[in-house]
């Protein structure tokens, strides 16, 4: 997952468009836009962090107590704090420090067998990653790469520097929120039927009630994995602060800004939501292949992921505190150039928004994101591609909302950009 | 003054983007498309008449030679229609886990060609196929066996794909990209829409190769993949990317018409570089010196495609849109 960032894909046509908006009586100027969008970022990780100490301390108290009520109370915990993670989403392709940072918190999938037990179904080592049933938990001392590697203790600082994407595979994900999903469910045993992971809370338990074995180191994992997330948000957050790396980057070159908010709304879209976490895993019709698969959670991850691009194109971001933030807006922006154009990229963002909240809504209801993506179920098939579909059209729409911007921009340019239109690119 | 002088650029530019849009469709895309869907039914025909691996194995490397005209397209009919086509990369190694559970079950889908349509991209395609008739755990098997009936439906699936693919694309998805700009084109408002389509699918095609069929199985320095490159099992690999390579240069052709000498002395370059990559299946990247000579290639790729960028999207003033392989 952590992957170098993506080709700032519409660099060229940006740079004619910001020198056109340089010269237009704009209501909105590109510094104002980057200032909503960098403080609709800043929002949503001290968001993220506020609800990952929630979460913190529900599995301090899980940990503390095991029951199966503390478990359940740290479950609804995690779904809470996927709220605003998912909406930070938005940022990752285009702003290259949120994306090289993105695989420490939310990196998917993961041959999860490389923390903890699994069943046997699972199977051993593959020829991808000799790892993929390593089960740290059971195992104090294990050799990595040849290496004698001592797991006593398990800390932050082995799961982030020894485990995490170790013998350089990215399946071997020992950290971030899908680290503590599988900690929190377990597998989930279920198929494409109903039910989600069901790990019993017995699995923490610290005397004779423990099952599955070595539940102190299980919660010793759980506990630093927990600390793990807090930082790397609190660190996250803190870069967008006024002054800090990531608002500085993206507030220092205005053209260049305004391409990461449309790179990060069109990579989202297209290849990475549409692409990879949606009609992938329905065609390939594997139950575990889906964004949240031990908590059954994905229809939340993807409306989630689906609502941060509308924010960033709106300049609205509801908190979860129920306040809002709201400034001006590449909306704005385009809507002066081309109200037509506006009219449509509002209209897709909101068809996307249905379509995803159709599978939300079905999913409520009682059926599961991974009872969709079952061989021959076409109602499931027709809901996730009604959200691909959507994505796709928005993904369209955004192009051209940069083509269009772009274009007005050589026009602006003046005589210059006619007699030699490829001048502009260069 | 600033709406004619959006005008006038508009205007400079429709012209030759429907010329083009229509010359890389009849030239290039639309022959591929029929030529991959003839290599596809030859290949059912053989697998019908001997299922067994070396009276499939040639048909098949054909098939797989015609498809790589248009496997790096992705729009259209191809934006959903491709992956069941060619499932790759397979990064958690789906292929071998669902053909290994269809053959366990024997599952009777095998016996119902319309029925497997609605399997699993990783059981379906030509690279399930390979897995089949090359991989040994997978290829001792006999006529009458379920395995063979499993090869069978798989190649009539191709081939009712290969045929599908051909006709939307012909009959439905070409008069989207030639109508470009016109009344009751909802997809492409403009023939600069269609002409960035066509031009993105060159470029991302090439990143692809690049990046994927090259950089999967060089890995890094200290831990090379040989086991990831695609199609190693039938020694293909290195044959896949050339193909890429001259089906980017056909379509490049077809879009500027006019010379592109950075473009082909870039791909004679790919071509030489490849020369020097010993083993077909790119198994050297386990080496030092055989990973180099990947490196070089792909060095080489990239540079073909920085030499499209200044030959066509420079001139034409388009900027490439969004890639489907952008993401994880």
Same mark, same amino acid.
């Given at each position: 997952m952590n992957i170098p960032l993506k080709r700032l894909t519409f660099g060229i046509s940006l740079t004619a468009l910001a020198s056109g908006l340089g010269l237009s009586a704009q209501a909105q100027s590109a510094a104002e836009v980057l200032t909503t969008y960098a403080d609709i970022a800043e929002a949503g990780y001290q968001d993220s962090l506020t609800a990952a100490r929630r979460l913190d301390g529900a599995i301090d108290a899980l940990i503390a107590a095991p029951s199966a009520a503390t478990l359940q109370a740290a479950r609804a915990a995690w779904i809470a704090a996927r709220v605003p993670y998912q909406q930070t989403e938005v940022f990752r392709f285009g702003n290259a420090i949120v994306d090289d940072w993105e695989g420490r918190v939310n990196a998917w999938p993961l041959d999860e067998g490389l923390i903890d037990y699994v069943d046997g179904a699972y199977g051993g080592p593959t020829d991808e990653n000799r790892? #993929? @049933?390593?089960n740290v938990i059971a195992h104090p001392a294990f050799t990595l790469s040849g290496k004698p590697v001592d797991a006593a203790k398990i800390t932050p600082k082995l799961l982030q520097d020894t485990l995490h994407e170790a013998d350089g595979i990215e399946a071997n994900v020992a950290t971030g929120y899908h680290a503590i999903e599988f900690l929190l469910w377990g597998q989930d045993l279920n198929g494409h039927a109903p039910g989600a992971g069901d790990r019993p809370? *017995?699995?923490? #338990?610290?005397?004779? #009630?423990? *099952?599955?074995?070595?539940c102190d180191r299980r919660a010793e994992y759980l506990a630093a994995a927990s600390d793990l997330l807090i930082s790397d948000l609190e660190w996250m957050a803190a870069?967008? @602060?006024?002054?800090a790396e990531a608002r500085t980057a993206l507030m220092a070159d205005e053209q260049a800004g305004l391409s990461a908010i449309l790179t990060g709304m069109g990579s989202l879209s297209y290849g990475e939501q549409a692409g990879e976490r949606m009609r992938l895993g329905l065609m390939l019709n594997d139950p575990e292949e889906e964004h949240d698969c031990f908590s059954d959670n994905t229809h939340n991850s993807h409306y989630y992921d689906g609502l941060g691009v509308q924010n960033v194109y709106l300049g609205d971001y509801v908190r979860i505190d129920g306040s809002l933030i709201s400034g001006p807006s590449l909306s704005d922006l385009v809507a002066a150039e081309n109200p037509d154009l506006d009219g449509e990229m509002q209209s897709r963002l909101s068809g996307t928004m249905m379509a995803l909240g159709r599978i939300k809504t079905a999913a409520e209801a009682g059926s599961a994101y991974d009872g969709m993506l079952e061989r021959g179920n076409a109602a499931g098939e027709a809901l996730v591609m009604g959200g691909v579909n959507a994505l796709i059209a928005q993904t369209r729409s955004i192009e051209r909302v940069v083509a269009a911007l772009g274009a007005e921009g050589i026009a602006i340019e003046g005589s210059d950009s006619l007699d030699n239109p490829s001048a502009v690119f260069q | 003054m600033r709406r004619l002088a959006v005008i006038l650029l508009a205007l400079g530019l429709a012209g030759p983007a429907r010329a083009d849009v229509d010359a890389a469709l009849d030239r290039h895309i639309l022959p591929a498309f029929a030529g991959f869907a003839g290599a596809a039914e030859r290949l059912a025909d053989a697998a019908v008449a001997d299922c067994r691996p070396r009276a499939v194995a040639p048909a098949y490397q054909a098939a797989f030679d015609a498809w790589m005209a248009v496997a790096d397209l992705h729009i259209g009919p191809s934006e959903t229609g491709g992956l069941s086509i060619a499932f790759w990369p397979d990064a958690r190694g789906f292929t071998g886990r669902v053909l290994s559970q269809l053959i366990a079950d024997e599952d009777p889908v095998a016996f119902d060609p319309l029925g497997y349509?609605?399997?699993?991209i990783a059981a379906r395609g030509v690279l399930a196929l390979e897995m089949m008739v090359f991989d040994p755990a997978y290829s001792h098997y006999d006529k009458g066996s379920y395995a063979c009936a499993l090869v069978r439906a798989i190649a009539l699936d191709l081939s009712r794909q290969a045929v599908a693919l051909e006709v939307a694309w012909r009959d439905g998805f070409a008069a989207t990209l030639r109508s470009? &700009?016109?009344? &009751?084109?909802? $997809?492409?408002? $403009?023939?600069d829409e269609a002409l960035r389509a066509l031009y993105t699918q060159l470029l991302s095609g090439l990143e692809f190769t690049a990046d994927q069929r090259l950089g999967r199985p060089m890995g890094s320095f200290e831990q090379p993949r040989p086991?990831?490159?695609?199609a190693w099992r039938s020694g293909r690999s290195l044959r896949n990317v050339l193909l890429s390579v001259d089906a980017a240069q056909a379509l490049a052709h077809t879009l500027s018409g006019g010379a592109l000498p950075q473009t082909d002395a870039a791909a004679a370059r790919v071509h030489a570089m490849a020369g020097r990559v010993g083993d077909p299946g790119l198994q050297g990247v386990s080496e030092p010196q055989g990973r180099l000579h990947v490196e070089l290639l792909q060095q080489a790729v990239r540079a073909m495609r920085a030499a499209i960028e200044a030959e066509i999207g420079v001139p034409l003033g388009i900027a490439p849109g969004f890639n489907s392989q952008d993401g994880d």
């Open positions: 790892l #993929a @049933a390593l809370w *017995t699995d923490y #338990a610290q005397d004779d #009630a423990c *099952t599955h074995g070595n870069q967008w @602060a006024e002054g | 349509a609605e399997m699993s470009a &700009g016109g009344a &009751g084109n909802a $997809t492409y408002l $403009t023939g086991a990831r490159a695609e």
